[in-house]
């Protein structure tokens, strides 16, 4: 069935330094993936998203890439600051609302 | 603009109860989406919809329904609750019409505990 596996599940950087998160995705179909930070007691937030017909999007400090013949997609946040510090989710969807979430990265960033 | 309002914020239900759920989407986002987050399970898509239509189905037993009004506001409900029920109860909105999607906003959520 349709699966996400998502590395590494925690994730410790020195601030200033890059990090980078990783997920492959089952389902040849999916054309669309979200990644969301979740904070303590909050619901996940947005951060950024990539469609299937784009390979890379950057957004000030985070970007994500995107293979589909591999079908892996990655995060990667540079000069980390501790407000980066949560828990990150990637999502894969085919087109509709039915995300499959994988199962979070938990991301600590040292002062 | 407001945000995804979900409530109650928490609750508490004995075994066998039936709960009820609230979720007002972002004003003109038209559909909801229901995720349930377990630390064991993580995220799992229970169902969407969109005008006031079931869209989507996740694999749940059929004592997790929802609707969804006129005004796009959501609620889902559990029928004889069971321990491993509790759970973050998440609603999402999304501005979409039918088919495209696009982002989907996340509320903070209703944290049941059954007891």
């Known amino acids: 069935g349709e699966n996400v596996e998502q590395h590494p599940s925690t994730l410790s950087v020195q601030e200033g330094d890059s990090a980078v998160i990783k997920c492959t995705y089952s389902?040849?179909?999916?054309?669309?993936f979200p990644w969301y930070k979740q904070e303590l007691g909050k619901g996940p937030q947005l951060i950024i998203d990539?469609?299937?017909?784009?390979g890379e999007k950057k957004d000030q400090r985070i970007a994500v890439t995107l293979n589909k013949t591999a079908k892996h997609f990655s995060l990667h946040i540079t000069e980390t600051q501790p407000e980066d510090s949560a828990v990150y989710f990637c999502?894969?969807?085919?087109?509709?609302?039915?995300?499959?979430f994988g199962t979070g990265t938990r991301l600590k960033v040292l002062a | 603009k407001a945000g995804v309002t979900q409530t109650p914020r928490y609750l508490i239900k004995t075994r066998g109860q039936q709960v009820t759920l609230s979720c007002s989407p972002i004003?003109?986002?038209?559909?909801v989406s229901w995720y349930q987050q377990t630390p064991g399970q993580g995220l799992q898509f229970l169902f969407e919809?969109?005008?006031?239509?079931?869209?989507n189905k996740g694999n749940f037993p059929g004592r997790f329904s929802g609707r969804q009004f006129s005004n796009s506001r959501s609620e889902m409900n559990v029928s004889t609750l069971e321990l491993g029920d509790s759970a973050l109860y998440l609603c999402?909105?999304?501005?979409?019409?039918?088919?495209?999607?696009?982002?989907?906003?996340f509320g903070q959520g209703t944290r049941l505990t059954v007891v």
């Open positions: 999402a909105s999304s501005p979409t019409g039918p088919q495209t999607n696009t982002e989907a906003f």
């Open positions: 389902d040849s179909a999916s054309n669309y």
């Open positions: 990539i469609r299937s017909n784009v």
């Open positions: 999502a894969a969807s085919e087109g509709t609302y039915k995300y499959i």
């Open positions: 004003s003109g986002h038209r559909s």
């Open positions: 919809y969109f005008s006031e239509t079931q869209r």
